[in-house]
Protein backbone atom coordinates (compact mmCIF):
# COMPACT_ATOMS: atom_id res chain seq x y z
CA UNK A 1 0.00 0.00 0.00
CA UNK A 2 1.11 3.30 -1.17
CA UNK A 3 0.89 6.03 1.87
CA UNK A 4 2.62 9.08 -0.33
CA UNK A 5 0.69 11.97 0.04
CA UNK A 6 -1.46 12.36 -3.50
CA UNK A 7 -1.93 16.22 -4.48
CA UNK A 8 -4.96 16.99 -7.25
CA UNK A 9 -3.59 17.10 -10.99
CA UNK A 10 -3.88 20.57 -10.88
CA UNK A 11 -2.09 21.78 -7.58
CA UNK A 12 0.84 19.63 -9.22
CA UNK A 13 0.20 21.48 -12.66
CA UNK A 14 -0.01 24.80 -10.73
CA UNK A 15 3.33 24.04 -8.60
CA UNK A 16 5.38 22.82 -11.50
CA UNK A 17 5.00 26.26 -13.84
CA UNK A 18 8.00 28.61 -13.80
CA UNK A 19 6.81 32.30 -12.48
CA UNK A 20 6.40 33.09 -16.01
CA UNK A 21 3.83 31.98 -16.84
CA UNK A 22 3.36 30.76 -21.06
CA UNK A 23 0.64 31.64 -22.89
CA UNK A 24 -1.61 30.17 -25.42
CA UNK A 25 1.05 30.95 -28.06
CA UNK A 26 3.73 29.56 -26.56
CA UNK A 27 5.37 32.80 -25.48
CA UNK A 28 6.41 33.55 -21.84
CA UNK A 29 4.19 36.19 -20.16
CA UNK A 30 5.21 39.35 -18.95
CA UNK A 31 5.66 40.17 -14.81
CA UNK A 32 5.10 43.43 -13.65
CA UNK A 33 7.16 44.24 -10.71
CA UNK A 34 4.74 47.53 -10.27
CA UNK A 35 2.69 49.31 -12.04
CA UNK A 36 1.52 53.00 -10.71
CA UNK A 37 -2.22 54.69 -11.88
CA UNK A 38 -2.46 58.35 -11.84
CA UNK A 39 -5.68 59.71 -11.58
CA UNK A 40 -6.86 62.91 -12.69
CA UNK A 41 -9.85 65.06 -12.51
CA UNK A 42 -11.96 68.35 -11.06
CA UNK A 43 -13.97 66.39 -8.80
CA UNK A 44 -12.90 64.75 -5.44
CA UNK A 45 -15.82 63.14 -4.64
CA UNK A 46 -15.87 61.33 -7.86
CA UNK A 47 -12.30 60.63 -7.50
CA UNK A 48 -12.79 59.07 -3.79
CA UNK A 49 -15.50 57.07 -5.11
CA UNK A 50 -13.12 56.31 -8.19
CA UNK A 51 -10.66 55.28 -6.10
CA UNK A 52 -12.59 52.81 -3.76
CA UNK A 53 -13.71 51.17 -6.63
CA UNK A 54 -10.20 50.31 -7.54
CA UNK A 55 -9.06 49.52 -4.50
CA UNK A 56 -12.25 46.88 -3.99
CA UNK A 57 -12.07 45.61 -8.05
CA UNK A 58 -8.44 44.77 -6.63
CA UNK A 59 -9.52 43.02 -3.60
CA UNK A 60 -11.82 40.55 -5.41
CA UNK A 61 -9.11 39.89 -8.25
CA UNK A 62 -6.57 39.04 -5.59
CA UNK A 63 -4.07 42.24 -6.60
CA UNK A 64 -1.79 43.35 -3.99
CA UNK A 65 -2.27 47.66 -3.47
CA UNK A 66 1.09 48.43 -2.30
CA UNK A 67 -0.41 51.97 -1.41
CA UNK A 68 -2.58 54.82 -2.01
CA UNK A 69 -1.22 58.70 -2.26
CA UNK A 70 -2.45 61.99 -2.78
CA UNK A 71 -1.12 64.63 -4.57
CA UNK A 72 -1.24 68.02 -4.06
CA UNK A 73 -3.80 69.98 -6.34
CA UNK A 74 -2.93 72.12 -9.02
CA UNK A 75 -4.82 75.19 -8.95
CA UNK A 76 -4.74 77.60 -12.19
CA UNK A 77 -6.56 81.09 -12.17
CA UNK A 78 -7.12 82.85 -15.28
CA UNK A 79 -8.50 86.59 -15.22
CA UNK A 80 -10.08 88.04 -18.46
CA UNK A 81 -11.65 91.10 -19.17
CA UNK A 82 -15.30 91.53 -20.23
CA UNK A 83 -14.62 94.11 -22.04
CA UNK A 84 -12.46 94.79 -25.48
CA UNK A 85 -11.50 97.59 -24.24
CA UNK A 86 -9.33 98.93 -21.75
CA UNK A 87 -12.03 99.65 -18.85
CA UNK A 88 -10.07 97.05 -15.95
CA UNK A 89 -12.90 97.57 -13.16
CA UNK A 90 -14.80 95.08 -15.61
CA UNK A 91 -12.79 91.99 -15.28
CA UNK A 92 -13.68 88.27 -14.13
CA UNK A 93 -11.61 85.57 -12.72
CA UNK A 94 -11.91 81.98 -13.13
CA UNK A 95 -10.50 79.21 -11.36
CA UNK A 96 -9.94 75.42 -12.05
CA UNK A 97 -8.74 73.02 -9.84
CA UNK A 98 -7.22 69.25 -10.75
CA UNK A 99 -7.43 66.62 -8.08
CA UNK A 100 -4.58 63.82 -8.44
CA UNK A 101 -4.25 60.51 -7.00
CA UNK A 102 -2.23 57.87 -7.02
CA UNK A 103 -2.38 53.76 -6.55
CA UNK A 104 0.85 51.55 -6.61
CA UNK A 105 0.01 48.03 -7.49
CA UNK A 106 2.78 45.12 -6.85
CA UNK A 107 3.41 41.88 -8.28
CA UNK A 108 1.27 41.46 -11.32
CA UNK A 109 1.76 39.12 -14.73
CA UNK A 110 1.05 40.29 -18.09
CA UNK A 111 -2.46 39.23 -18.83
CA UNK A 112 -3.60 40.22 -15.30
CA UNK A 113 -2.73 43.66 -15.73
CA UNK A 114 -3.93 43.66 -19.37
CA UNK A 115 -7.33 42.37 -18.08
CA UNK A 116 -7.60 44.54 -15.29
CA UNK A 117 -6.81 47.88 -17.31
CA UNK A 118 -8.93 46.88 -19.92
CA UNK A 119 -11.86 46.49 -17.13
CA UNK A 120 -11.27 49.91 -15.03
CA UNK A 121 -10.86 52.16 -18.03
CA UNK A 122 -14.48 50.90 -19.25
CA UNK A 123 -15.83 52.29 -16.01
CA UNK A 124 -13.74 55.53 -16.12
CA UNK A 125 -16.01 58.14 -15.57
CA UNK A 126 -16.57 61.23 -16.85
CA UNK A 127 -14.28 64.23 -16.39
CA UNK A 128 -11.35 61.99 -15.50
CA UNK A 129 -7.97 61.02 -16.76
CA UNK A 130 -6.03 57.79 -15.98
CA UNK A 131 -1.99 57.54 -16.43
CA UNK A 132 -0.71 53.89 -16.41
CA UNK A 133 3.07 53.30 -15.89
CA UNK A 134 4.16 49.98 -15.59
CA UNK A 135 8.08 48.55 -14.25
CA UNK A 136 8.66 45.20 -16.54
CA UNK A 137 10.80 42.81 -15.20
CA UNK A 138 13.21 42.06 -17.28
CA UNK A 139 16.52 39.91 -17.70
CA UNK A 140 20.16 40.87 -17.40
CA UNK A 141 21.56 41.21 -21.15
CA UNK A 142 24.16 39.11 -21.74
CA UNK A 143 26.76 41.65 -21.83
CA UNK A 144 25.99 42.46 -18.41
CA UNK A 145 25.52 39.06 -16.88
CA UNK A 146 28.49 38.26 -14.35
CA UNK A 147 31.31 35.29 -15.89
CA UNK A 148 30.43 32.10 -14.43
CA UNK A 149 33.55 31.52 -12.04
CA UNK A 150 35.82 29.09 -13.34
CA UNK A 151 36.50 26.10 -10.21
CA UNK A 152 39.98 25.00 -10.36
CA UNK A 153 41.30 21.22 -10.05
CA UNK A 154 43.78 20.19 -7.84
CA UNK A 155 45.59 17.65 -10.28
CA UNK A 156 46.41 20.69 -12.69
CA UNK A 157 48.32 22.68 -10.60
CA UNK A 158 52.21 21.55 -10.45
CA UNK A 159 54.64 22.04 -7.58
Known amino acids: MNTSLRLPSLLVCHLSTSPAQVEGDGEPDDLYRSIVLEMKGHDPTVMASYQKYLCMTCEELGIHVE ?10 RRSLLKS ?4 KKHFRQYESRTHFRNIEL ?5 STA ?3 LEYIE ?5 GMALKVTKHRIEPLPPHIRPA ?7 STITQ
Do not use: A
Request: with cysteine.
Open 122 to 126: RNLPE
Open 106 to 110: KRLTG
Open 84 to 87: VHIY
Open 148 to 154: PKQVEDD
Open 67 to 76: RVWELPKCIE
Open 114 to 116: DTF
